[in-house]
T-cell receptor
Framework: GESVGLHLPTLSVQEGDNSIINCAYS??????FIWYKQESGKGPQFIID?????DKRQGQRVTVLLNKTVKHLSLQIAATQPGDSAVYFC???????????FGAGTRLTVKP | DAGVIQSPRHEVTEMGQEVTLRCKPI?????LFWYRQTMMRGLELLIY????????DSGMPEDRFSAKMPNASFSTLKIQPSEPRDSAVYFC???????????FGSGTRLTVV
């Protein structure tokens, strides 16, 4: 029978190219956002975060952009490497409580 | 720092049996979270604790699931009785508080047959 499950968006890039992974969040009251990377068989790993009073934050090879007007978050990875292949999740912190809600994830595949 | 430690890494059990998953958060982290990851639903928050007190358990699927945090360095997630649809990877995560990133454990892959 047909399997039913999350159909993760996928992004396939060539090694050395830049990658852009997008995420739409739902709650306009969310004030803190994180990007996580999950490799096969491992737990999600923190990459970079951003607060709602910023629209851009840069790390090493990664940049997160936040557009609060359209509730959109993106992760840019420069010079993508095979080790970047993973599922990437955005997460939002909703208001004053301490729980974070995760998006469905995007699978990034880097071709050598 | 050993990170968030979960045990066991893998658990295979028969339907109807009790299952206990364990988590040791990072020392000094005062918030602990239990997530479940499946292909159907992705990452779902089940319950979280602040300073060992359960704050929000609205994500716990049914009464068969229960979680405890008897002290700052240990938490358990129990399923009794287990069912095949409980098969998933269960993650524990900890953080220092509101507006901070989580550190996840390596997860427990549960298979109920």
């Amino acid at each position: 029978g047909e399997s039913v499950g999350l159909h993760l968006p996928t992004l396939s890039v060539q090694e050395g190219d830049n990658s852009i992974i997008n995420c739409a969040y739902s709650n306009s009251a969310s004030d803190y956002f994180i990007w996580y990377k999950q490799e096969s068989g491992k737990g999600p790993q923190f990459i970079i975060d951003i607060r709602s009073n910023m629209d851009k934050r840069q790390g090493q090879r990664v940049t997160v952009l936040l557009n609060k007007t359209v509730k959109h978050l993106s992760l840019q990875i420069a010079a993508t490497q095979p080790g970047d292949s993973a599922v990437y999740f955005c997460a939002e912190n909703r208001g004053n409580n301490n729980d974070m809600r995760f998006g469905a994830g995007t699978r990034l595949t880097v071709k050598p | 720092d050993a990170g968030v430690i979960q045990s066991p890494r893998h658990e295979v059990t028969e339907m109807g049996q009790e299952v206990t998953l364990r988590c040791k958060p990072i020392s000094g982290h005062n918030s602990l979270f239990w997530y479940r990851q499946t292909m159907m639903r992705g990452l779902e928050l089940l319950i979280y604790f602040n300073n060992n007190v359960p704050i929000d358990d609205s994500g716990m699927p049914e009464d068969r699931f229960s979680a405890k945090m008897p002290n700052a360095s240990f938490s358990t997630l129990k399923i009794q009785p287990s069912e095949p649809r409980d098969s998933a990877v269960y993650f524990c995560a900890s953080s220092t508080g509101t507006g901070r990133g989580y550190t996840f454990g390596s997860g427990t892959r549960l298979t109920v047959v």
